[in-house]
């Protein structure tokens, strides 16, 4: 009787090792099943959590593997090709040498941004600062010169101090606004803008940036924001393509800071094709 007994009470251990010996190393989905509220089933609970946590973070590294694999590879091609077919007379090896270049600086570029693209979900990401709303967009303004040395309007500027992370708002609004370069025409306005709405306790601060881009569908409106995705306009254009872990990476970046305690909800509006 007393086996018995030993045996019922020792059945949950045995199902928390069955699922451990279970796993796999690609294989983190087995979960102990929880039955009872006593101090096996918390231990059961704990484990399961355990497992959850484990299953994010191989789940994490494998998507930096298979993003950083997969950008990576298109500048080593182009790269390779030109140097296989160079040509022996100097102004031939001096154009192959620059395009070589500038395509190494491009993977510096995807491996700085896919670093940052794995640390967003660490904690300590984000740091709050009271920052000057104006002196923020007028920096950011500064640096979307390099990105195409043209006029970067400012269709509206908040005047005041606002709660933030200012570096992170920075590179976030740097990577919509990469993505309008790319998908805007040459001579198009790409303007920017930022305001205060509303007063007290429900005040917010938005920032922006505007195009006049090829947009998307409806349907793909609500993908766009998806790693690696790109629109069927985008695909079809004939220049080159703009990072496609911009929007994504803009997305990540301001999912974060939402995360922060007393900070607003994020919004985004896509233009629709037609």
Not at 46 to 52: A, I, K
Not at 193 to 199: K, L, M, R, V
């Amino acid at each position: 009787m007393a086996w018995l007994v030993a045996g019922q009470i020792l059945r949950p251990v045995r199902e928390v090792r069955r699922v451990a010996d279970d796993i796999s190393e690609n294989d983190l989905t087995a979960r102990v099943p929880v039955q009872g509220n006593d101090d096996i089933s918390a231990l059961a609970v704990t484990f399961n959590t355990m497992l959850d946590r484990l299953e994010v973070a191989y789940r994490t590294q494998r998507a930096f593997v298979d993003d950083a694999s997969h950008e990576l590879r298109t500048p080593i091609t182009v790269i390779r090709g030109h140097l296989e077919l160079m040509e022996d007379n100097p102004k031939d090896r001096q154009r192959t040498l620059s395009l070589v270049d500038d395509e190494l600086a491009r993977m510096g570029r995807i491996v700085t941004d896919l670093l940052l693209l794995a640390k967003v979900d660490r904690p300590g990401f984000t740091r709050l600062q009271e920052t000057d709303a104006a002196s923020l967009l007028l920096d950011i303004e500064a640096k979307a010169q390099t990105l195409r040395p043209r006029g970067w309007p400012i269709l509206e500027i908040a005047e005041g101090n606002v709660l933030l992370d200012p570096q992170r708002i920075t590179q976030a609004v740097l990577q919509l606004a990469t993505n309008a370069c790319q998908y805007s025409a040459e001579e198009s306005t790409v303007s920017l803008g930022s305001a205060f709405n509303g007063t007290g306790a429900g005040r917010t601060f938005s920032i922006w940036v505007a195009d006049k881009g090829i947009g998307v569908t409806e349907e793909e409106a609500a993908m766009i924001f998806g790693r690696f995705h790109r629109g069927e306009a985008a695909r079809a254009s004939r220049s080159a393509p703009a990072p496609a872990w911009a929007l994504p990476l803009s997305a990540a970046l301001l999912k974060r800071i939402k995360e922060q305690p007393g900070y607003a909800a994020r919004r985004a509006k896509v233009p629709l094709l037609g």
